[in-house]
């Protein structure tokens, strides 16, 4: 495996693969590299003859300095998992080579790049929308894999693929758990010994909601879930929208849409760490 940094190098690299007719994949990250992460990475090398893992901790996404701050960097680590998950190239570019100048673009989806993680950090998905497509620009590959923990930046990554007429495809990999149900996150090494117990909680409410959904309103089951989690010392949900899978605009019944998913985000801790999680009610218009 190959850890490139420049990216005429990287398309230097990549240009006889290219050339071979040799499918390309790419995994986006920000680094501190995880078990979500590597699954993303197997299917790529499962898919594609090349695979790219750009590790890159894109500071146009960050509305909040003290986030981008603390951030986990495990660069060495990153690569030894990518390379033991199939990966032929690492790209760990710096924020200068990825930005040679002030990136000024704006990208707006509305509704999906401005209801909930939208409203709650302005300018994130432009930052998102901004390094994607400048990687994307860079690798040219013909799929890009991403985790369905961040539901809604799937969408988002979707409706910029329409808008900058990329040919790339966006394939969506399940979330993956530790055992006791927290999903998978590079924030969560920031998590307290104390903080950890908590955080298996979100996923505990969003699953208890399942069931509540088969007999209660969508009002009453979010009411429900946002009362449980902020009854726990230690956390408290900044929100918790019931959703449309497609356009993320809210339901208020369970049959309004084909599918229908609960998003939600919740401060763990004193310091706070800031967590994300989603649930699925309804599919194709069935439990």
């Not at 920031?190 to 996923?203: D, F, G, M, S």
């Not at 009411?223 to 449309?244: K, P, W």
Request: proline share 5%; charged share 20%; aromatic share 8%.
């Amino acid at each position: 495996m190959e850890v490139i940094n420049g990216i005429v190098a990287l398309q230097n690299a990549l240009y006889a693969s290219r050339k071979a007719g040799k499918r390309i994949g790419l995994v986006p990250t920000m680094g501190a590299l995880h078990e979500g992460h590597a699954s993303l990475i197997r299917q790529s090398a499962k898919d594609c003859d090349v695979t790219v893992v750009s590790v890159f901790l894109n500071p146009t996404q960050f509305n909040d300095q003290n986030d981008l701050a603390r951030y986990p960097k495990t660069l060495e680590a990153d690569c030894a998992l990518a390379e033991s998950c199939g990966a032929d190239i690492v790209f760990a570019p710096s924020v200068e080579e990825i930005y040679p100048t002030p990136d000024t673009r704006v990208f707006a989806f509305p509704p999906v790049t401005t209801v909930m993680e939208g409203a709650y950090r302005p300018g994130h998905f432009n930052g998102v929308c901004q390094v994607v497509s400048r990687l994307f620009y860079i690798v040219k590959p013909h799929c890009a894999y991403f985790g369905e923990k961040d539901w809604q930046q799937v969408a988002v990554i979707k409706r910029l693929v329409g808008f900058i007429n990329s040919e790339v495809e966006i394939i969506e990999c399940p979330t993956v758990r530790e055992s006791d149900g927290l999903a998978k996150s590079s924030r969560n090494t920031l998590l307290t010994p104390e903080e950890r117990l908590l955080a298996p909680k979100i996923y505990e409410a969003l699953q208890a909601s399942v069931a509540q959904s088969q007999t209660k309103t969508v009002g009453e089951v979010h009411d429900e879930v946002v009362a449980q989690l902020n009854a726990i010392d230690g956390l408290r949900v900044e929100y918790f929208d019931i959703v449309d899978g497609a356009t993320l605009l809210p339901v208020t019944r369970w049959d309004e849409a084909a599918e229908v998913v609960g998003c939600i985000t919740v401060y763990c801790g004193a310091t706070p760490i800031r967590l994300i999680d989603h649930i699925t009610y309804r599919k194709e218009g069935k439990a």
